[in-house]
Structure formats: structure tokens, C-alpha cells
């Protein structure tokens, strides 16, 4: 055979097209994500770690007529929709860079603030802080998630630890800044002053957010939600059982404060109660998350998820018939951290829940879930509240540490069939 025809033989070498160089794990750019994306989870989770103020505030003023359960509507929207519009968000985000829906997003936060400061009806707090700054919320919470995830891979759960410690951090400061601020100029001023202090921070946060991944062509065939995801029983087990924990865990939160009030504790001490619990959150934030790095995010979520319910049980409702003032700030601190460390790490378990090929469409049909929890867990409670004529919180706190505890329980079971499929307990 001839050289030539050897050469006719041999199929031309193929250039591989060149592909768009990935910036490495970890790094300077990669920690000031993380304080961006802190500084907006301190704005925007923060702030709405501050509800039991609202919900408080708005009971004993501007809507007195309206039930408990539905001026908690307004918060169960806002906290529904940090959840539902999260597959829209982070495809955008995916695809093109935080800055479509950071800066947006951002603005409208600040502006709903601004028109909840002249809001006096109804259906105008409901739709600028319930409506106009949860979507707000929602694209940026999303942004801050999904770049963080993007530049920490092998530490991600510590990273989303720190990040979802600025929540907790601003359930400290908010509680406390707005009320000393309401008592020297009132209600609406410390609206507009809340949204100054938002604004600023959020600015700050938009310089220091970035992406890891380049830009990419939309992908028009992508699902934003798959419930065949749910064939997966250990991604079902697990978001079920998140479900059910996500369904309480904001209960205290909104309630605790009136209960204080109701057993004496003087208006300031009762909204400081939001701040004792956030402080504690902080750690229950970052250290569990550590460990989540070494033992497995299942298994610290599952534990967390468990011990919150056992407070709420154990250390909430003796006080409904024997008044403490030193035993509800005992549970602040305890179900802060253990609701701190179940909240923090349900991120990281979604991501560990499947494989890498269905991770956008996992989050997205996981938040659409969550949504729903958060959507209704607060007008149920609220609505137990009335049924046993607005004083007695025994039924809300029974419900919110059975839901706690079932979720647990689920969670064992999503825990124990991902163990199996990866071999380790460590999961």
C-alpha cells in the first residue's frame, strides 16, 4: 500500500472549538461574593426576620379590624415569593450574569419600602410590602445563591452558611433599629429611614457580586419545572420533609413577640425577642455548617429540622400556661440556633439531592415547593390563633413543632436512601 493512499486512509484531525476559559474555585473574587451576597441577605432576609415587628405593630395600629391570620398574609406573600420565582430568576442569572435581575430587583426593594411608608390600607401594605418587595427579595436572594454556588464548590455549605448568616445578623439589627427609630419619629418615618440603610447597602452589594461562569445563549428547551423529579425518592422524601419544617419555621418569628406582650413583657423587650433569637441564628448559621462539610448536609438538616421542633414543644409551650419571661428568652436562643442551622443548609442538600444534569431544574422545582410552605404556613397558624380567640398560642405552637418533627422524620428517610445510593453515611 502506498503512502499516499495510507495518507487518504486517515481521517483528518479534528481543532477543538475553543472553550471560554472558567475562572478557578475559590480566590479574592470568590470571598467578596460571599460579603455581597451577605450584605443582600442582611437587607432582604433581615428585614423580613423583623415580621413579629410588623405583625405586632400593624395588630395594635393601621389594621387592628383585620384578624392576626390575615395581616399575615402579607408576610406569607412576601416570604412565598423569595421562593416562587426562582426558576425565572436563576435561569436569567444562569445565562446572563446577575446584573438583569440584581440591579432591577434591587430598586424595586427600595421602592416598595418607600410606598410602604405612605401605605395606610389594606390592600396598599399588601401590595407594596407584600407583593412589590417580596418579588424584590425573591431576585435577590436568588442572585446571591446561585453566585455564590457558582464560585464554591467543595466548601459550598460554609460559604452558604456565612451568606445566610446575614440574615440572622439582620434580624438582629432591624428589630432594634426600627423600633428605636419608630419611638422617635414614628412608624412611616422609620420606613424611609429602613429603606435608606437598605439602598445603601444594596449598592454596595452590587459591585461585589460577580459570576464565575461566562455569559451563554438561552436555552429555549430547558424546563423550569419537572415534577418526574419526584420519581427520585430520595429528592421527594427530601422536599417533602423540608416541606413540612419550612412550614413552622418562620411561626415564632411572627408570634412571638404578641405573646410576650400578652404575658407582660413591656412593647421594646417583647420585639427584642426577634433580635435574642436572630443573634443566636448567626451561629446556628455558620458553625452547623461547618460540620455540614465534614458529617453531610443531610445529616445536620436532619437533626436541625428535629431539635427546632423540640423547642418549640419542649421549651414554647410550658410558657403558654406557666408565663416566664426568662423561659421564652431560654427558647429564643435555642430555637434561633437549631432553625438557623435547618434554614442554612437546605440550599446544599437540594444541590447533593440528584445529579449534576438536573441541578437547574431541581432548584427550580424545589423552590416552587417551598413557596408553597411559606404561602400558607403563617395563615394557618394565624388562623389557629383566631379559633382559640387570639390569646391562646398552645394550638399554633402544637402545630409548628408536629410539622417541625414529621419533617424530621421524612428527612431521616431521604437521608438514609441517599446514604445507600452513594455508599457512605456522610451525605
Partial sequence: MSDASTKEDVPPMRIPEEQPELAPEGGTRAWLCVVGAFLNIFCRFGFLNAIGV???????TSLREYTPSEISWIFATQLALMWAPGPIFGRLVDTYGPAPVLYPCSILCVFSLCMTSLADQYYQIFLSQGLGFGIGAG??????MVCVGQWHVRRRALATGIVT?????GGVIFPIFFNRVMLKVGFYAAVRYTALMIGVLMAASCFLITSRLP???????????DLTLFKEKQFALFTI???????????PLAFLPGMALEQGFSSSLALYLISILNASSIFGRIVPSY?????GSFNVVTISAGMSGVCILTLWLPFSYQPSHAGL????????FFSGAFISLLMPCVAKAGTIETLGRRFGTYQIIMSISNLTGLPITGAILVRQGGADYSGLQVFAGASCLLGSSILVGATYLLGNAKGTRKV
Fill in 165 to 169: 448568616a446575614g440574615s440572622s445578623f
Fill in 215 to 225: 455569559r451563554k445563549k438561552w436555552d429555549r428547551e430547558a424546563k423550569w419545572f
Fill in 139 to 144: 431576585g435577590v436572594f436568588t442572585t446571591s
Fill in 241 to 251: 420533609g423540608a416541606h413540612f419544617g419550612m412550614w413552622a419555621i418562620t411561626v
Fill in 329 to 336: 428568652i431560654v427558647f429564643a436562643l435555642a430555637y434561633g
Fill in 54 to 60: 410588623f405583625q405586632t405593630t400593624y395588630q395594635e
Fill in 291 to 295: 460540620f455540614a462539610d465534614h458529617f
